[in-house]
């Protein structure tokens, strides 16, 4: 009887056995369990691409690592999409097609964790000094994690239905990868994803939980580089100079006003400046001073309206002290981050399901920038969700010190990497098979 029972059964087609829903239980522990086993594995890659950090730009064999691993996979594979970006095909049946993102570079940053397997590697900046190299924000844990959602998205076929899009993005940190790899073809010469989806580290949420937000999550980042001009002397007889370094005074606390006074209270923007070099020597006044800023938005009518009142103020300056104009330049940075209200809502009650209430929040906006927003600018259903990386009881440590916990970029960042890759894969697993549902029988 065990064997005709068990014939019976192999005759039955997979197809024809509907699949737990992503959030179920039974689902939700057959994740859990494949993830307990591939932890070991699962450390040994973070832990490499740790120690193997490659800056914006130059991530040839970071791509190569993950480009291996896909096609190991059975993904189809194609690199040096828009620099060293890499994206994998797989088509598996009638349905949508989903998008999964992870970022690449590291950051030119001395890393000062006394990790085990901190990174050794060092970088010669473009004058000449040399610097460490780290992922201090966090993209070590989005390439590990996206390699082990694709692994288990490969190896469980019948659970979906549709094309899955991995794609290893270079230059996030400087904001120029999406768009580089966008102007390669990415939606042309590959499939135009129905949503996308990426998650990102954060460095004073607990590990187990995450946070969403529908709407805008992250700014407008434009960098703007202002050169006061003016007439250089003694510093004895300022009155034969125009000094660009008081200019530069002035114009810095004007900048303060524009937010505070010209944008509506309830309308989100910075300026900051983060640099200022003029001068030589104590008795010199120079001919020039350079500032450097930072202006962050949500909408596109502020980032306007600061950006020229930023124009006209320094130029209002130069005018007041007799000064030739000023040299202006603004360089684009990334635009806001808008996450899909809908599919936003959709995949909290996934994350909810999966994780808890509990553990999935809903998050303040910021005003940061991330360069995943490009895609959801070319028409695309985005989410881009916050992962927990610090275990609770060294948040309280933190606290109970009265020192915040280290931030992304900081030297001094590090996750707790398998609880933080738990919760990632169960999340980002949990939510491609969501979008990727088979159709009902």
Same mark, same amino acid.
């Given at each position: ?5 068990a014939t ?5 087609? #997979? ?17 859990? =369990? ?42 189809? +594979?194609?690199?040096? #999409? ?10 598996n ?16 940053v ?7 397997? =901190? ?39 019948? *659970? ?15 904001g120029a990868?999406?768009?580089?790899? !966008?102007?390669?073809g990415?939606?042309k ?31 407008? +980042? ?17 009155? %034969?100079?125009?000094?660009?370094i008081?200019?530069? =005074? ?5 900048l *303060? ?26 008795n ?6 350079? !500032?450097?800023?930072? +202006? ?5 009518? #502020? /980032?306007?309206?600061? !950006?020229d ?38 995949l ?5 399901? %999966?994780?808890?209430?509990? /553990? ?13 927003s ?10 881009m969700?916050? !992962? ?8 309280d ?10 931030s ?6 590090y ?22 549902? /088979?159709?009902?029988?």
């Open positions: 009887m065990k064997r005709i029972i019976i059964c192999l005759l039955i087609p #997979v197809h024809s056995v509907a699949a737990d829903p992503p959030g179920s239980t039974q689902s939700v522990s057959d994740r859990q =369990a494949w993830i307990k086993d591939q932890i070991p594995d699962l450390i040994r890659t973070y832990q490499w691409l740790h120690t193997h950090p490659e800056v914006s730009f130059q991530e040839q064999e970071t791509a190569n690592y993950l480009a291996d691993q896909w096609q190991t996979n059975g993904f189809q +594979v194609t690199t040096r #999409v828009g620099g060293h970006g890499i994206v994998g095909i797989m088509k049946g009638a349905g949508p097609t989903v998008m999964l993102r992870c970022d690449l570079d590291a950051l030119p001395t890393e000062q964790t006394q990790l085990p397997y =901190a990174s050794e590697v060092k970088y010669e900046l473009p004058g000449g000094a040399t610097t460490g190299v780290m992922h201090a924000c966090g993209h070590d844990i989005h390439m590990t994690n996206l390699l082990a959602t694709a692994q288990y998205l490969a190896e469980h076929r019948d *659970q979906w239905s549709g094309t899955l899009m991995v794609i290893g993005q270079p230059a996030e940190e400087r990868g999406a768009k580089a790899m !966008l102007q390669d990415l939606f010469r590959f499939p135009k994803p129905d949503f996308a989806l990426a998650l990102h580290v954060s460095g004073d949420k607990p590990t187990g939980a995450i946070g969403v937000l529908p709407g805008y999550a992250l700014a407008n +980042v434009d960098s703007v580089d202002i050169r006061m001009k003016g007439r250089g002397g003694h510093g004895s007889a300022p009155h %034969t100079t125009i000094d660009p008081v200019q530069a =005074a002035q114009l810095v606390m004007s *303060q006003t524009i937010v505070s006074r010209e944008v509506k209270p309830i309308e989100p923007a910075v300026v900051t400046v983060g640099s200022i070099h003029g001068g030589t020597k104590h010199i006044i120079g001919n020039e001073c350079d !500032l450097q800023l930072t +202006v962050r938005s949500y909408s596109e009518a #502020v /980032r306007r309206k600061v !950006l009142a930023i124009q006209r103020k320094a130029r209002a300056v130069a005018m007041s002290f007799d000064a030739p104009a000023p040299e202006i330049k603004i360089s684009e940075g990334t635009p806001s981050l808008r996450n899909d209200d809908d599919l936003t809502a959709r909290k009650q996934v994350f909810e399901t %999966t994780l808890g209430t509990d /553990r999935v929040s809903v998050d303040e906006p910021s005003m940061g920038g991330e360069d995943f490009r895609y959801g600018r070319e028409g695309v259903p985005i989410l969700y916050r !992962l927990g990386s610090v275990n609770q009881s060294r948040l440590r933190f606290k109970a010190l009265g020192v915040p916990a280290p992304l970029h900081s030297s001094q960042y996750p707790d990497v398998e609880p933080t890759l738990t919760t990632g894969i169960l999340t980002m697993t949990g939510a491609a098979l969501e979008l990727l549902k /088979r159709p009902e029988s």
